[in-house]
């Protein structure tokens, strides 16, 4: 094999193996920050979710169900309620429905999670709502109610996973509205296969790879 062969499947290696690293990464260079938005996203969900849960407990076992106590006198209550419907008391006893609805909402944020994110508020925004949907999921699976505590006297008790799941639905219309994407476009590239005797050409390179291969 000539030097300028070896040469050339060097080069075809080279570029294999940076298509493969695209393909298995799913992203350019461009994507490449948001594949790194991916740790924001689980680190937003996993923290959301311990937090909700965390509280929910405390709330279970320090406040008996139907207590309140004062927090800022006139203004925020702990007050322990169980809740069969949605987020601030919307639909009551529909929980088979709210179960299926969270499960769907839960695999499609773990998709978004999958593909990455073009920003990291978008990554700890969708973060935020699959830990808060996995949350309240949990108590209705193991209780058929959500536990509320959050009173504020002139809106319907909720907990942290509600208020997770609303701002980071905010976040997220806000975003829309300025029309930015979510999620990163995953781009694939194909790698090429010169044949023997073709010269750097096929790579960007000059010289014309038909007359020296006719030459040899």
């Known amino acids: 094999m000539t030097d300028e ?3 050339n499947e060097a080069m075809t290696n080279d570029q294999w ?3 493969q690293r695209v393909d298995d990464r799913g992203t350019n260079d461009r994507g490449g920050k948001a594949f790194r938005h991916r740790r924001w996203f689980f680190l937003a969900a996993t923290l959301t979710f311990v937090a ?9 076992m ?3 169900k139907g207590s309140s106590v004062p927090i800022v006198p006139g203004t925020i209550f702990l007050t322990h309620t169980e809740n069969p419907g949605a987020a601030f008391g919307l639909f009551p006893n529909a929980t088979t429905l709210l179960i299926v609805t969270a499960l769907i909402a839960c695999a499609l944020f773990l998709w978004m999670g999958r593909q990455g994110f ?3 508020l978008f ?3 969708c973060g935020m709502m699959l830990g808060g949907a996995a949350g309240n999921l949990l108590d209705r699976l193991r209780f058929g109610a959500v536990t509320d505590f959050l009173d504020l006297r002139v809106w319907p008790v909720f907990n942290l996973a509600d208020t ?6 905010l976040l997220l219309l806000w975003g829309s509205w300025r029309g930015e994407e979510f999620c990163a476009s995953p ?7 010169p044949l023997e005797g073709q010269t750097q050409k096929s790579f960007g390179g000059g010289g014309d790879a038909s007359a020296e291969t006719d030459d040899r």
């Open 5 to 7: 062969a070896m040469t």
């Open 17 to 19: 193996t940076n298509d």
């Open 52 to 60: 909700d849960q965390a509280s929910k407990e405390w709330v279970r």
């Open 62 to 64: 320090a406040i008996p």
């Open 118 to 120: 073009n920003r990291r």
């Open 123 to 125: 990554a700890l925004a």
């Open 164 to 169: 997770a799941l609303t701002f980071g639905a």
């Open 187 to 193: 781009v694939r590239k194909e790698a090429t296969f």
